[in-house]
């Protein structure tokens, strides 16, 4: 590491520091002492964007300061600002950059940290950014110059000059190779350029190496393109970051980065809930590593539902039940066997008392509701892992291997839904391990077999694929505009791929009118006429790489075989023709409708249940109906839902207009928007507006005026996962249709139940449904009247299995499966030494009494019957029932079926 290039203290000459003491900080007194430094220094303040990075897509969560500004470093003209400063909150835990595994374990890594930054965009470069760096550490911070080092590339002769200028002797300046300080923005391409980091001599003595790195200072000089050659910017810039954490840490004296206040906090309030429930707590300095885990990964969690992440079995999603579950994991291991992880909330308040995160109070009800669902439904989880894992542990035919066999591991995942990485964590607590491929395999094998779900290419020959991005074919979307959606558009791209039997045919037309950019709304339908007159179907819209539009067609004659269709218009299915669009209005209105329809039942949702925390989780939208789906920790009530519906009918009535606008993706959120936490987005966003009622970020498409949401219905409201619910309803048209098909059947209703009108419907149900009840007990009486009767019609058929007397009983087909068992259980109390096998049609029951009986059970004597006749079932050892494929209806039936099956054993 390029820590341990960093030159011993011994050896190097004493500098007097600049002051006796450094200062004594707190976390938001950091905060606000960085902040308000750089805005003397022309800084704007920009406050921290949010864990899910709505501008990048490649990116699970924003894991450094830097990415909220990334599109500036590659256009610095474009930026709004010239030079800014932030605390931005980072989160490495999945991904690429992922820490979740060493937390607790090393002093300084988190899943959650903040990062405090500087950033110029063509202001100023290496001069200004080292001097701003090491003037605030050591005037305004005070920290004594002789604990500080600095590294530079090597080669870097205008840095290392630069920090000459400083002060610094050579024995302070380290250079190190590109490896350590030339920084990349990951593999690909884009800016990059050295680097210099500061690090502080942390004098700790256990540490294989004490220097700490406190400050990395990036130059973005160069650009890289996806070949790996490098060249010069025009614009260089500074991209600055300062892990919050450890400055103070540095700050307070600590020894690591969770004896700092806001740790502190956490731990006091983790440790006195175990006092309280009555269990030993740590008094020790340095928490535990479980008491790290916990304190870390509550932090984590709070904040990734603040910005909208749910739990659940899929990406960023998945990273949170992880987290989630980790400290359950941890909390276990300390004693806390039931829920108690939202008894922390307060505690985690004290260290951002400055209010840097207003959402941790604003959404404090919906955070706390969903951690507290899913830490519930875990814990029943954890509870029966362990029991699997305990047994395990005590196979005596496993103890010298020591290794948890694949199958089990994979059922905990699979079945279970017990984290396979926890799975790993107990065995080798226990000195136990896992065969990690042989699990992966498993996985890999259930896919195969279709049990879990994954994304395909829409389009099969990916070379082709490739050539349209890199000819840089992106079509211009024009199906804002009714008026454009019948147009004359010109073919771009063809592409026709074989797929199993079936031949898919692909085109990219611009402009193009028919809908496909997502964003939970289902694609378009329609027709495209090539100048031959002849129709396609457009059956299909994908977007195969950013920017890019591929329809996909059929043949508009369904009998017609493709391939034939392709050859007789082939001619005319060219790069260079013209087509005419003809989009399916039907479906595209009905979507529209719907789309408005999830905006203003967001609106609605925050009204109705006076909620700002409430979530979009997402939401599906479609012609004939829509699905909404937010963070509310318990269910809707009937009255809650009837408020919900009647406030969107009101607005819809009311006839506002709603209104589109293109803004700056930062004006837009300042101005009030709401983003979907789901959704990416780029510097410049589509805001959907209905005027004092909703104002969404959205790129769908939408009606020009509300009243055409009217009427909306809410079909249900259900759960789909902790913390999470979800409304289904219909509006417009749609609903109109649903309340005609709901109406359909109340006339014959009406003349069944001998009804007036629908006031008398419930009346008479419940009359009829209590004659039912009644006839229902009567029925019941009669059949354990005559099941209790001597031998019903039929003098049963004896005969032996083995040493066991067999009596078969044909029983009439005018009785049901309930006398049957009503009978056989009479039978075998009546006459316990002889097995009863009961027949009727295709049903046959075994009952026999064990006590007297005990060579055989019900359900052998029934698994050897269907050994030779066809047929299903089973039970248990004093009854059994089965299915046969064929009827045994008459006594000749049994003697030719059951007899000689029975014979056979």
């Not at 300062?242 to 020894?255: F, H, S």
């Not at 206040?261 to 479980?290: C, W």
């Not at 930062?666 to 009622?693: H, N, Q």
């Amino acid at each position: 590491m390029y820590q341990a290039r960093l030159l011993s203290r011994a050896g190097l000459p004493t500098l007097r520091p600049h002051v006796r003491f450094m200062q004594q900080l707190s976390s938001p007194e950091l905060r606000s002492k960085f902040i308000k430094y750089f805005e003397k220094q022309g800084h704007v303040p920009v406050k921290s964007a949010s864990l899910v990075p709505h501008n990048d897509k490649s990116l699970l969560f924003t894991n450094a300061g830097m990415v909220p500004f990334k599109e500036y470093f590659l256009k610095p003209s474009s930026a709004p600002f010239q030079s800014a400063t932030s605390v931005q909150k980072c989160m490495r835990a999945g991904g690429k950059h992922n820490d979740l595994d060493n937390v607790g374990y090393t002093p300084r890594h988190h899943t959650f940290f903040e990062m405090l930054g500087n950033f110029s965009f063509g202001k100023y470069s290496k001069a200004e950014a080292i001097d701003y760096a090491w003037t605030f550490l050591l005037k305004e911070l005070k920290l004594p110059i002789d604990r500080l080092r600095v590294t530079v590339l090597e080669g870097d002769q205008e840095g290392y000059d630069l920090w000459k200028k400083q002060g610094l002797p050579d024995e302070m300046i380290v250079k190190c190779g590109p490896e350590d300080n030339f920084w990349t923005m990951g593999d690909g391409e884009g800016p990059c350029g050295p680097c210099t980091e500061i690090f502080w001599d942390t004098k700790d003595t256990s540490l294989e190496d004490p220097w700490l790195e406190i400050w990395n200072l990036v130059f973005m000089e160069k650009f890289r393109d996806s070949q790996g050659v490098i060249s010069d910017l025009p614009i260089p810039c500074i991209d600055t970051g300062m892990g919050l954490e450890r400055m103070v840490c540095v700050l307070q004296g600590k020894q690591n980065n969770f004896q700092i206040d806001q740790f502190e906090h956490l731990i006091r309030g983790l440790r006195t809930l175990l006092d309280k429930r009555g269990l030993k707590s740590s008094t020790a300095i340095d928490p535990s590593p479980h008491e790290k885990i916990v304190a870390d990964h509550f932090r984590s969690m709070c904040f990734l539902i603040g910005d909208g992440v749910v739990p659940s079995n899929v990406g960023r999603g998945y990273v949170l039940r992880r987290i989630i579950r980790r400290a359950l994991r941890s909390a276990k291991q300390l004693g806390l066997n039931e829920p108690f992880l939202t008894d922390l909330y307060p505690t985690l308040l004290q260290g951002f008392a400055d209010g840097s995160y207003p959402e941790l109070a604003t959404r404090a009800s919906s955070i706390r509701s969903i951690i507290t669902n899913e830490e519930t439904a875990f814990l029943a989880t954890l509870d029966r892992g362990m029991v699997i894992l305990e047994n395990v542990f005590a196979q005596s035919d496993l103890q010298e291997k020591k290794q948890i066999p694949p199958h089990v591991a994979f059922q905990l995942y699979d079945t279970y839904g017990f984290p396979f990485d926890l799975t790993l964590i107990i065995a080798r607590e226990r000195g136990w391990d896992v065969d990690i491929e042989a699990v992966e395999a498993l996985k890999q094998k259930q896919k195969l077999a279709g049990r879990e779900s994954w994304k395909t290419e829409s389009i099969a020959d990916k070379s082709r694929l490739s050539e349209w991005k890199s000819a840089h074919i992106k079509p211009q979307f024009t199906g804002y505009d009714h008026a454009l959606l019948h147009q004359e558009s010109e073919i771009l791209a063809v592409d026709t791929a074989k797929k199993g039997k079936t031949v898919e045919v692909y085109v990219a037309i611009d402009p193009c009118p028919f809908y496909g950019l997502g964003g939970g709304q289902v694609c378009d339908n329609g027709l495209i006429e090539l100048e031959n007159g002849n129709t396609w179907r457009v059956i299909d819209v994908t977007q195969p790489y950013e920017g890019g539009m591929a329809l996909r067609l059929a043949p508009n004659d369904l009998t017609q075989d493709i391939a034939q269709r392709i050859e007789t218009d082939r001619p005319f299915l060219q790069k260079g023709h013209l087509v005419r669009t003809q989009v399916d209005m039907d479906r595209r209105e009905g979507a529209e409708i719907h789309h408005t329809a999830t905006h203003i039942l967001n609106a609605s949702l925050r009204k109705v249940l006076n909620s700002n925390d409430i979530v979009q989780a997402g939401s599906t939208v479609e012609p004939e109906k829509l699905r909404f789906d937010f963070t509310y920790g318990k269910p809707l009530k009937q009255q809650e839902l009837d408020q919900i519906e009647n406030w969107v009918n009101t607005v819809a009535l009311s006839g506002g207009k709603t209104n589109v606008t293109h803004m700056k993706l930062t004006d837009a959120v300042s101005s009030g928007a709401i983003a979907a936490f789901s959704e990416k987005y780029g510097d410049t966003v589509r805001v959907i507006d209905v005027p004092g009622v909703s104002r969404e970020l959205c790129g769908g498409t939408h009606v020009d005026e509300v009243r055409k949401l009217y009427p909306f219905k809410i079909l249900n409201e259900t759960s789909v996962a902790a913390g999470t619910r979800r409304i289904e309803a219909v509006a417009g048209l749609a609903c109109i249709n649903w309340y005609r098909k709901a109406y359909e059947p109340i006339p014959e209703a009406l003349k069944l139940l001998r009804a007036n009108g629908t006031n008398e419907i419930v009346d008479k149900l419940e009359k009829t449904m209590q004659q039912t009840k009644d006839l229902q007990k009567r029925l019941d009486f009669m059949n354990e009247k005559l099941a209790s009767a001597g031998e019903v019609i039929v003098e049963p058929i004896s005969c032996k299995l083995k040493d066991v007397d067999i009596k078969i009983h044909l029983i009439d087909s005018d009785l049901d499966v309930t006398f049957m068992q009503k009978r056989a259980n009479v039978l075998k109390v009546n006459q316990p030494t002889a097995a009863h096998i009961l027949v009727n049609g295709k049903t046959v029951i075994v009952a026999l009494n064990s006590r007297d009986i005990k060579t055989e059970t019900a359900n052998s004597i029934l698994k050897q019957i269907l050994k030779h006749i066809k047929g299903g079932g089973g039970g248990q050892k004093e009854m059994a029932q089965g299915r046969l494929a064929d009827s045994i209806s008459t006594e000749n039936d049994i003697i030719s079926k059951i007899l000689p099956a029975l014979e056979k054993c």
